[in-house]
């Protein structure tokens, strides 16, 4: 199970970051994908990164987010700046293997007001 963390209140205009630890083998072998749900909606992709390092975002964040990810430490980082009330959600990672969701973690929520 990938299990995020470091997630908190921030202001508009803040930022945090998250991160997500992952078994080396699934970190080296397939892409890792953070997500977040919202109050009230369905759960939305948010940003990708491959093994090879190409990275992906949806169109609401990009510019503002960054996804990294550290092999040394089997961990994957989301940055976000710029944060604003609209990103509040509880964020997610995950990864697919053989097209198929790894089981859910319980996600760190992110509260973005003043």
């Known amino acids: 199970q990938l299990q995020a963390s470091g997630g908190g209140l921030v202001q508009p205009g803040g930022s945090l970051r998250l991160s997500c630890s992952a078994s080396g083998s699934i970190f080296r072998l397939y892409p890792m994908l953070w997500y977040r749900q919202a109050p009230g909606k369905s759960r939305e992709w948010v940003a990708s990164i491959t093994s090879g390092g190409d990275t992906d975002y949806v169109a609401s964040v990009k510019g503002r987010f960054t996804i990294s990810g550290d092999n040394t430490k089997n961990t994957m980082y989301l940055q976000m700046n710029s944060l604003k009330p609209e990103d509040t959600a509880v964020y997610y990672c995950?990864?697919?293997?053989?097209?198929?969701?790894?089981?859910w973690g319980q996600g760190t929520l992110v509260t973005v007001s003043s």
């Open positions: 995950n990864t697919r293997v053989n097209g198929r969701f790894q089981p």
